[in-house]
C-alpha cells in the first residue's frame, strides 16, 4: 500500500527566500510522485511528476523536486520565493506496476506563506 | 478539451435531502476518481473508476454514499441521505491509463457543498 506524508503543515518564508516542502512516502512498488498546488476556491493543478528517469525534475513556476530512492523522499524546492507561491502544496503518490492498485494518495498538505 | 467538468460548483441543501454530484472527465481518461477534501481530513479518495468500472470504494464514509460511472463520459456520486457532516469540497479527477500512456491526475474545480 501507498502512503504519503508531509511534514510541517505550514510553512512561512519571506519572499526571496528558499522554499522547501518536504515529502516522504512509503510505496511497495517504485512509485511515481507529484507534487500539486491549490490556490483559494480553486483545484489541483500539477507542478511536477517524477515517472521514471532523471531523479531531479522541474516543474512550473520555477518549482524542482528530487527523488530520492534511499531516503523514500521527494522534496520539493525554489530557490526564491514570490508572493505569487502562498498556496497549498500537496505531494501524491501513485503505484503503477506490477498489479498494484493504481489509487493516487495524496499527502495531508503543506501551505505555504510568503511574507514580504 | 476543456478539462474536468463538475457540477454544480456550489450546493446547499437541508440534511436528509438527497445530493448529487456529478463529473465529466476529459475524453480519452481511463481512470476517473473522486475525493473529498475538508480541514480536518485533507484531501480523502473515495473511489475510483477504472474504464467505467468501480476498482476501489474503500474510502466511501458509509452506506449513505454511493457512485456511479454509467458511459465513459459521465460519473455521479451521491449522498442520500445527507448529513452536516458530509459538508465538503468533492473534487473529481480523471487521468489516462498506466504504463507509457500515464501522466498525471487532472482535477475538476470542485463542488463545494453545504448541508444546514
Known amino acids: 500500500a501507498q502512503s504519503v506524508t508531509q511534514l510541517g503543515s505550514h510553512v512561512s518564508v519571506s519572499e526571496g527566500a528558499l522554499v522547501l516542502l518536504r515529502c516522504n512516502y512509503s510505496?511497495?512498488?517504485?512509485?511515481?510522485l507529484f507534487w500539486y498546488v491549490q490556490y483559494p476556491n480553486q483545484g489541483l493543478q500539477l507542478l511536477l511528476k517524477?515517472?521514471?528517469?532523471?531523479?531531479l525534475v522541474k516543474g512550473i513556476n520555477g518549482f524542482e523536486a528530487e527523488f530520492k530512492k534511499s531516503e523514500t523522499s521527494f522534496h520539493l524546492t525554489k530557490p526564491s520565493a514570490h508572493m505569487s507561491d502562498a498556496a497549498e502544496y500537496f505531494c501524491a503518490v501513485r503505484a503503477v506496476w506490477g498489479g498494484a492498485t493504481n489509487k493516487l494518495i495524496f499527502g495531508t498538505g503543506t501551505l505555504l506563506a510568503v511574507q514580504p | 478539451d476543456a478539462g474536468v467538468i463538475q457540477s454544480p460548483r456550489h450546493e446547499v441543501t437541508e440534511m436528509g435531502q438527497e445530493v448529487t454530484l456529478r463529473c465529466k472527465p476529459i475524453?480519452?481518461?481511463?481512470?476517473l476518481f473522486w475525493y473529498r477534501q475538508t480541514m480536518m481530513r485533507g484531501l480523502e479518495l473515495l473511489i475510483y473508476?477504472?474504464?467505467?468500472?468501480?476498482?476501489?470504494d474503500s474510502g466511501m464514509p458509509e452506506d449513505r454514499f454511493s457512485a456511479k460511472m454509467p458511459n465513459a463520459s459521465f460519473s455521479t456520486l451521491k449522498i442520500q441521505p445527507s448529513e452536516p457532516r458530509d459538508s465538503a469540497v468533492y473534487f473529481c479527477?480523471?487521468?489516462?491509463?498506466?504504463?507509457?500512456?500515464?501522466?498525471?491526475?487532472?482535477f475538476g474545480q470542485g463542488t463545494r457543498l453545504t448541508v444546514v
Open positions: 517524477y515517472t521514471t528517469g532523471a531523479t
Open positions: 475524453s480519452g481518461h481511463d481512470y
Open positions: 473508476f477504472n474504464n467505467n468500472v468501480p476498482i476501489d
Open positions: 479527477a480523471s487521468s489516462p491509463g498506466t504504463g507509457e500512456r500515464f501522466t498525471e491526475a487532472f
Open positions: 510505496s511497495s512498488v517504485p512509485p511515481y
